[in-house]
């Protein structure tokens, strides 16, 4: 048994509306012609109907613009769902990471027992690390998006 959900989409609507109003302007201007026996008010009286139509047709066009959602995610959210590994061993952490971007635009630094990382795209994280406060990185290896920080 197969289903089909269609979509109705506001383009479409639009394509059935916009003639309607544009007819019932050009009535408008019709009738407003023949009230009038001055080329001139003509003129002025369809040039200000032209303007007020155009205008409207915008409005509408606004209004019924599909608007993709955009997705984004939250700070909390990236905070998360960002996994790290810290392994302790006597005397020294090892830490391991995924961080985005080219090694020349990683930074690392510790201080004080937190572990600050900086990335591309707005990445940036602050771990702190317990026991930590007089340790310094000793080796900084970064490959294929991967961190891998020795502390001593």
């Known amino acids: 048994m197969s289903s089909y959900k269609g979509t109705y989409s506001n383009e479409r609507s639009l394509n059935f509306v916009i003639p309607i109003v544009v007819i019932l302007f050009l009535g408008v201007i019709y009738m407003m012609t023949q009230r009038t026996d001055s080329g001139f008010v003509n003129f002025i009286l369809i040039g200000a109907a032209a303007v007020t139509m ?10 019924t613009k599909d608007q993709k959602p955009t997705y984004t995610k939250s700070r909390e959210q990236e905070t998360k769902n960002w996994v790290y590994d810290l392994i302790k061993d006597e005397g020294e952490f090892v830490f391991v990471a995924e961080v985005p971007g080219p ?8 201080v004080e027992g937190t572990l600050y990382i900086r990335g591309t795209m707005g990445f940036s994280k602050e771990i702190p690390i317990e026991n930590a406060t007089n340790m310094q990185i000793f080796d900084f290896k970064y490959r294929n998006g991967v961190l891998t920080l020795r502390i001593k």
Not at 54 to 63: E, F, R
Not at 103 to 110: G, H, N, P, S
């Open 54 to 63: 155009i205008y409207w047709v915008k409005v509408l066009k606004k209004m």
């Open 103 to 110: 090694e020349d635009k990683i930074a690392v630094r510790l």
